[in-house]
């Protein structure tokens, strides 16, 4: 573990390294269609907190004295293994998925480079990020049945003599970081990178390089497995979808094709094997706690107040404008180094209250060990962060995809009678938003604290050491729900 | 006569009731840019909902003003004061830009009543 972390230090500092050298000019970081909330007043806030405090302690009383109520664990019903060839309508989905990727690469290098005209910025930001992560939640993860990335791979495949064959010894003894890697590179781009069309085309072209070469490197399957994030958050996300049943017929015929189970229960399917992934979940949590953060007046009264102070005499040189455009870009990295080592903040206080929880029961096993038995059952409040975060950009921008289709490159096309309408962008009352918000919390909340739980009773003997090791958890849990609110009640800071 | 008076009173009440909003209006915004930087800095501008808004912005480049959520566009001649009227509909955090130089014009906040 330690080797590990050593290794992720090393990666981070090579990363912050290259994003310094590649960082285009450092103004005020512009992000396309900047969300429109506001922050969440301290009244719902501190109800939200409150009732997240009640009702985890419901959820412990309740296991406390009727432990057999593992709802979630009930067998679900086996239909039969189907044959393993992927059917028409699949083969017509793989097409447009990778049409689609094509389409956006296409209009950004040729199209208008107003982002909010050109196809691509909407279609990817937007549909695909969020639109797409949130269906897949609901319905399953369908992603891993079109990854357009893995359709040109197997074109590719089939028709050179490519062998995806991987020219690595061991693929899996790189775990889940290569995926860490391009995740937090990909969050970077977003909150960062003020892509535009054209750069947005780039990074897709470069991103599909990268794919070939580790599909090449690390072997397809593993690639796909280890390598390509979107497959690894997509799939997450579709574990907590109540439809089981793989949409990739290879899939459905190593793993069977069972169709329903209850919601969330997908995520105690599977442990966590390694830090990499327990990682990636808590960068899921902490990115957007980062996006949220960020851009409020405490964020950045923290660095001006207490930190720039202290280290600006070191600097100090030069005129005021070259102080001035040293002191801006100082306040950017203090900004990356702040998301890319916000993971293993989160490690570190996850790992401390499960060592705690590991005191509290006297259990044999290794705080580590125990810290991966727990960490699916952190994907709910990871999800619900995100969505209370960017749900309000799909129904506003989303719905620009109308007009899009019909001129997705800013060209006065009229493809189909759609291109000069003017799409209001679906706004929802921000008293309304505030509500969504914390219901969505809470419920997120709920759902861990009660999938930790279950968890807990197949790791202990008794329901009473469960219920004990739950109380550090709950503890834990708490803190990150009472984050994510507060996050979201913080003021703004000026500008967009 | 009772009921007469009564009526008046309803009726004055009526004429009356609008008054104390109609004086409660924010002052209008009022914006000047020049070469590309918005005098006093970009601002946040903190409204109600149904708040009559007045934003007059003047520049001394020609350029359009966008204020997003609202979708709404107006044109700047140079040196010339240009005003947008509406009224804050919709609640939330909305920036204003001048579309063609990028320049940040600073933010409105349009919360519940």
């Known amino acids: 573990m330690k080797r590990n972390l050593e290794s992720v230090a090393t990666l981070f500092a090579g990363f912050i390294a290259v994003a310094v050298l590649l960082a285009p000019g450092l103004a005020a970081a512009h992000t396309f269609a900047p969300p429109y909330t506001l922050p969440v007043p301290f009244t719902f806030y501190a109800f939200g907190a409150a009732a997240a405090l009640v009702l985890s302690f419901v959820i412990v009383g309740v296991f406390a004295t009727a432990p057999s109520l593992g709802l979630l664990h009930r067998p679900v019903v086996d239909a039969p293994a189907e044959r393993a060839r992927p059917g028409v309508l699949l083969l017509a989905a793989r097409l447009v998925s990778v049409a689609l990727l094509i389409i956006c690469i296409v209009s950004g290098l040729i199209g208008t480079q107003n982002s909010y005209a050109n196809i691509n910025m909407t279609f990817f930001w937007i549909v695909f990020v969020l639109g797409v992560a949130y269906a897949v939640a609901i319905v399953g993860d369908f992603y891993a049945a079109v990854n357009p990335w893995r359709v040109l791979v197997d074109a590719v495949a089939q028709v050179t003599p490519i062998r995806f064959g991987g020219h690595l010894r061991a693929p899996e003894r790189l775990h889940y970081w290569p995926a860490l890697v391009l995740y937090m590179m990909f969050i970077w781009l977003e909150l960062f990178g003020r892509t535009k069309p054209w750069s947005l085309s780039v990074a897709l072209l470069v991103y599909t390089a990268i794919n070939f070469v580790g599909a090449w490197w690390m072997g397809r399957d593993a690639w796909f497995r280890q390598g390509e994030f979107f497959a690894i958050f997509m799939r997450l996300l579709g574990k907590m979808s109540p439809w089981a049943r793989p949409y990739d017929p290879e899939e459905r015929a190593r793993t069977g094709s069972r169709r329903w189970r209850a919601p969330f229960s997908g995520l105690l399917e599977e442990r966590a094997h390694h830090i990499s992934l327990l990682l990636f979940i808590l960068f899921m949590l902490s990115s957007t706690a980062f996006d949220g953060i960020h851009d409020t007046s405490p964020w950045a009264n923290l660095f001006w107040k207490g930190i720039y102070p202290y280290i600006a005499p070191l600097f100090a040189s030069g005129t005021t404008a070259q102080q001035y455009a040293l002191s801006a870009k100082l306040y950017y990295i203090w900004q990356w180094i702040a998301l890319l080592v916000s993971p293993l903040v989160y490690l570190a206080v996850y790992v401390l209250f499960v060592a705690i929880a590991k005191f509290v029961t006297r259990s044999t096993q290794s705080v580590g060990a125990l810290a991966l038995r727990f960490a699916m059952s952190l994907v709910p409040i990871a999800f619900v962060y995100h969505v209370t975060h960017y749900y309000t950009l799909l129904l506003s921008q989303g719905t620009q995809m109308i007009r899009l289709v019909s001129d997705p490159m800013g060209r006065g096309w009229d493809l189909f009678g759609t291109g000069r309408q003017t799409v209001e962008p679906l706004m929802i009352d921000v008293e309304a938003i505030w509500h969504t918000q914390v219901a969505l919390i809470l419920f997120g909340h709920i759902v861990s604290v009660y999938l930790a739980h279950l968890e807990a009773l197949q790791i202990f003997s008794t329901p009473r050491r469960a219920a004990a090791s739950q109380l550090p958890l709950l503890v834990l849990m708490m803190m990150f729900t009472t984050l994510g609110l507060w996050i979201l009640s913080l003021p703004l800071g000026s500008g967009g | ?113």
Not at chain 2, 9 to 25: H, R, V
């Open chain 2, 1 to 113: 006569m009772r009921n007469r008076l009564t009526c008046a009173f309803w009726l004055a009440s009526l004429m009356l009731g609008p008054l104390p909003a109609l004086a409660a209006d924010p002052a209008p915004i009022e914006l000047a840019v020049v070469k590309g930087q918005v005098t006093g800095g970009a601002k946040v501008i903190r409204l109600k909902r149904d708040d009559p808004v007045s934003l007059t912005i003047t520049s001394d480049q020609a350029d359009e003003l966008h204020v997003h959520g609202y979708n709404l566009h107006a044109d700047i001649v140079p040196g010339k004061p240009s005003t947008l009227k509406f009224i804050a509909k919709r609640t939330g955090r909305f920036s204003m830009e001048l579309h063609k130089s990028g320049v940040e014009l600073g933010t409105l906040e349009i919360y519940p009543k």
